[in-house]
């Protein structure tokens, strides 16, 4: 399992020009944008990325919304969208890796393992107490990222299959709030990406397969979305060298 990184991508970029001997950072340096649940996921390249560089990033990183980030991309505010799902019409793509769809429950839950249908019950509201799943007799209170968050609007696709979600369900805007309400809540079930992982929740078995590098790269994990990275254009370095970056720590 990744090991989770718990900063903000914008104190992330601010930080890496304040390190000793770097080359100056560029004043208007390119901006790479992504959604919100995938910023841990960004967090986690950029560190060892700089690393690789021993200096500052040459470019930005932020989050937006989907359709705020492919606006920006498309009139020139930023220079490359990173996400999951369909990339646009004619627009350049490269695919980067595989990341996994963590589902995650309170600590203290003793519930380990689950299959597709009995996911669905669960977040749907078919099933709303953890007993019907062999736990105890607790209130299951499923936690999604906002509608037209890609990864959310991936497990909906994949796991609902069109079924609406619980009426009750909370709705989350990022995967640090997902992971504070399944902290909070010991009927909780929720979902994130598999970088933003903490161990303040537990990973839940999909059909006895738990994700990681391994299961996702072999595709017997059961929950992936495909990130990849899109522009208008093609971008030129320094965006091209770090994209041939990411896709060279794919095993």
């Known amino acids: 399992m990744k090991p ?28 790479i ?20 560089l021993a200096g500052p990033l040459p470019f930005d990183l932020t989050t937006d919304t ?12 930023a220079a490359l ?17 595989q990341e996994a769809m963590a589902v995650i429950v309170h600590p203290d839950n003793p519930v380990r393992d689950l299959e597709l249908d009995e996911l669905q019950d669960l977040f749907t509201g078919r099933s709303s107490s953890w007993e019907s799943v062999g736990g105890r007799d607790v209130p299951v209170q499923p936690v999604l990222p906002l509608p037209g968050e890609p990864i959310g609007d991936a497990f909906r696709a994949r796991v609902l299959a069109g079924v609406r979600p619980w009426p009750g369900t909370l709705l989350a805007p990022n995967a640090a709030e997902a992971l504070k309400a399944v902290v909070e809540e010991k ?17 839940i078995r999909i059909g006895g397969i738990l994700p990681g590098e391994s299961t996702v790269g072999d595709g017997s994990y059961p929950l992936t979305v ?6 208008p254009e093609e971008p030129g370095s320094p965006l091209r060298d770090f994209l041939v970056w990411i ?4 095993p």
């Open 4 to 31: 989770a990184v718990r900063m903000g991508i914008l104190a992330l970029t601010a930080s890496l020009g304040a390190c000793t001997g770097a080359a100056p950072v560029l004043s208007e340096p390119p901006r």
């Open 33 to 52: 944008v992504s959604q919100p649940y995938y910023e841990p996921v960004l967090v986690d390249w950029a560190l060892a990325y700089r690393e690789q």
């Open 66 to 77: 989907q359709a705020e980030a492919l606006r920006a991309v498309e009139e020139g505010e």
């Open 81 to 97: 969208l990173i996400t999951s799902g369909e990339p646009p019409d004619k627009w350049f793509a490269t695919p980067l890796e």
């Open 187 to 203: 009927g909780a079930l929720g979902l994130i990406p598999l970088a933003a992982v903490t161990p303040d929740v537990r990973v």
């Open 226 to 231: 495909q990130l990849f990275a899109t522009a």
């Open 247 to 250: 896709q060279s720590q794919v």
